[in-house]
């Protein structure tokens, strides 16, 4: 651990204070281009310039993809596994804060090494914690974006649920989450009241702040959608009436099939642990085939969608497998994958002028994979290099 502390350290001391020529031979722009022979000028941690390849480099990625570094929309960066191999999502009674606090940066850090600079954790306080200390350097790990806490039925009154997306504001939320409707193991009927959603959505907006919903069914993702609400989390039952309209009000979409996926084949560190029953097991791996097909009906709408996870214990560090199941299980195509987790992701949070694209004046976050994933989709999971504003955190070789 402490050597590979160290490794960290020096990686990410490359390129600060001095201009870097990134040498490339295969490019993935973000946005839907190949470029080849080009080389990428970083200068104070942004892309000041993209051009062919003839200067003598600082990084040579030649035989290599590179692409923008990947991110991902909805992640529980503080769930995890305690030493007995069952589910923790922070302090508890069987495992202390410093354990939680731990087991939140190896995933942050783990993250980071698969390829994923940015991430979007929605629901923990401990995430403000560790999104400020990987924007400071301190940690490694993704830029994190949160939103501290979630809002559910239960979060009380319109009144009540305004006054804490107030409180989330001030606290430093970069979003709002709501619960709209009960998880896919529990039926994903509706649970929360139009009038809450409409105050959660209603005063995010005022608040100048994002509001992402989990819905898995009709009813309650169309008053989410009708409220002003920013991306709808989940989807599983929707219908094509609900995609549409997604469609013509530019809401995003984030399906999710790792997630599910993660949680069979990781059924005995879950079972019994809340929701976690047999009988909601069983409703996850029904619900797989209908992601599949509720992600190739929103694709056929034109809906946005964006590259998500929902990223729990066990699935930290894996999150490109997103990509893969998206290509074999919905259909989509590799281009149309990868720009799910880059320009379209970075679109949905508001900060496609920063990130998501290889392109003069953003920051210099680079992903490299050994093959290339418009060829073999799963070269997603052979990440050799990984930079974040001009940070080198991990290089061929090590």
């Not at 190949?34 to 062919?52: F, N, Q, Y």
Request: proline share 3%.
């Amino acid at each position: 651990m402490f050597r590979t502390g160290i490794a960290l350290l020096f990686l990410a001391a490359l390129g600060i204070g001095q201009p870097m020529i990134v040498k490339t031979s295969t490019l993935i722009d973000g946005k839907g281009h190949v470029l080849t022979s080009k080389e990428i000028v970083i200068e104070g941690g942004r892309i000041t310039g993209i051009a062919d390849a003839t200067h003598r480099p600082t990084l040579d990625l030649s035989g290599y993809t590179v692409m923008p570094g990947w991110i991902d929309t909805h992640v529980h960066i503080t769930w995890y596994f305690n030493k007995d191999g069952r589910l923790e999502t922070g302090p508890s009674r069987t495992s202390t804060a410093q354990q939680a606090w731990w087991a939140a940066v190896a995933n942050a850090s783990a993250t980071l090494m698969g390829g994923f600079t940015t991430v979007q954790s929605v629901g923990a306080q401990l995430d403000g914690q560790i999104r400020d200390l990987t924007a400071s350097g301190v940690l490694p790990g993704p830029r994190i974006l949160t939103s501290l806490v979630q809002i559910t039925e239960r979060s009380g009154t319109p009144e009540q649920i305004r006054a804490t997306v107030q409180k989330e504001k001030k606290d430093g939320a970069d979003l709002v989450k709501l619960f709209a409707t009960a998880s896919i193991r529990d039926g994903g009927k509706m649970t929360a009241t139009v009038e809450q959603i409409n105050a959660a959505c209603g005063e995010a907006k005022a608040q100048g702040l994002r509001t992402i919903v989990h819905a898995h069914a009709t009813e309650g993702a169309r008053a989410s959608i009708l409220a002003g609400c920013t991306s709808i989390e989940h989807g599983t039952f929707l219908d094509d009436d609900t995609l549409r309209l997604m469609a013509e009000r530019g809401v995003y979409f984030d399906p999710n099939f790792l997630v599910l996926h993660n949680y069979l084949d990781n059924k005995p560190k879950f079972l019994g642990i809340g929701n976690y029953t047999e009988e909601g097991f069983a409703a996850m791996e029904k619900g797989l085939p209908l992601v599949a097909d509720v992600y190739k009906r929103a694709r056929k709408a034109n809906v946005k969608i964006v590259l998500g996870t929902d990223a729990v214990a066990g699935a930290h560090g894996h999150n490109a497998e997103e990509f893969i199941y998206r290509v074999k299980d919905g259909g989509d195509s590799p281009m149309d994958a990868l720009i799910s987790g880059t320009s379209m992701a970075a679109e949905s949070l508001g900060m496609a002028d920063r990130i998501g694209s290889i392109a003069e004046g953003l920051e210099a976050d680079l992903v490299a994979v050994q093959g290339n994933p418009l060829d073999d989709i799963t070269a997603v999971r052979r990440v050799v290099f990984v930079m974040k504003q001009g940070r080198v955190y991990r290089s061929p070789g090590n």
